[in-house]
T-cell receptor
Framework: DAGVIQSPRHEVTEMGQEVTLRCKPISGHNSLFWYRQTMMRGLELLIYFNNNVPIDDSGMPEDRFSAKMPNASFSTLKIQPSEPRDSAVYFCASSRGRNTYEQYFGPGTRLTVT | AQSVTQLDSHVSVSEGTPVLLRCNYS??????LFWYVQHPNKGLQLLLKYTSAATLVKGINGFEAEFKKSETSFHLTKPSAHMSDAAEYFCVVSENEGSGNTGKLIFGQGTTLQVKP
């Protein structure tokens, strides 16, 4: 299995630009999670989907952030407009379902907003 | 509500000596507990999990953890540290709202393990 795939691995953009992060979960996994990791705040859950439906988006910092999961094999996290404080590593993870506890993480996207 | 507390933010050991990373949990329900490892510039990898079966759980790379309900602890150990064990380690508990598992994980703040030659 290829594992969770994220793209791009690195993104550098200027403040105000739109950023789109992509994730392909492990085939057969029904739950998908977006996390953000910073030195100051550690690992934060932004949003998670179950069967392509957003279940909990309480971790999304503000309206500039949005996430979609149009099908079982693809999800996007969009930031528009981006700000320097959005600089972080963004991880996508997937699991078989709500009652299967372990999550499998992708390699992450390192975002730098200048 | 569930929570985990990693008692040490940084642990330093010499290569070949034992490793102990401490974790206490809080949960009103029978918890599911995990340890994840994150090597520099990498994603998180599952080391081991406890889901109410055997209290001593063996994971990858020689790590193991023991669930102790009386102490609400889930400490991670390894008999002999290797240089490649240097990484960030996260103790994690699954969220349970009484009606069942929500699917979310609650992460500790992490412990940085340094291994000296």
């Amino acid at each position: 299995d290829a594992g969770v795939i994220q793209s791009p691995r690195h993104e550098v953009t200027e403040m105000g630009q739109e950023v789109t992060l992509r994730c392909k979960p492990i085939s057969g996994h029904n739950s998908l999670f977006w996390y953000r990791q910073t030195m100051m705040r550690g690992l934060e859950l932004l949003i998670y989907f179950n069967n392509n439906v957003p279940i909990d988006d309480s971790g999304m910092p503000e309206d500039r952030f949005s996430a979609k999961m149009p099908n079982a094999s693809f999800s996007t996290l969009k930031i528009q407009p981006s700000e320097p404080r959005d600089s972080a590593v963004y991880f996508c993870a997937s699991s078989r379902g709500r009652n299967t506890y372990e999550q499998y993480f992708g390699p992450g996207t390192r975002l730098t907003v200048t | 509500a569930q929570s985990v507390t990693q008692l040490d933010s940084h642990v330093s050991v010499s290569e070949g000596t034992p490793v102990l990373l401490r974790c206490n949990y809080s949960s009103s329900y029978s918890p599911s507990l995990f340890w994840y490892v994150q090597h520099p510039n990498k994603g998180l990898q599952l080391l081991l999990k406890y889901t109410s079966a055997a209290t001593l759980v063996k994971g990858i790379n020689g790590f193991e953890a023991e669930f102790k309900k009386s102490e609400t602890s889930f400490h991670l150990t390894k008999p002999s540290a290797h240089m490649s064990d240097a990484a960030e380690y996260f103790c994690v508990v699954s969220e349970n709202e009484g009606s069942g598992n929500t699917g979310k994980l609650i992460f500790g703040q992490g412990t940085t393990l340094q291994v000296k030659p």
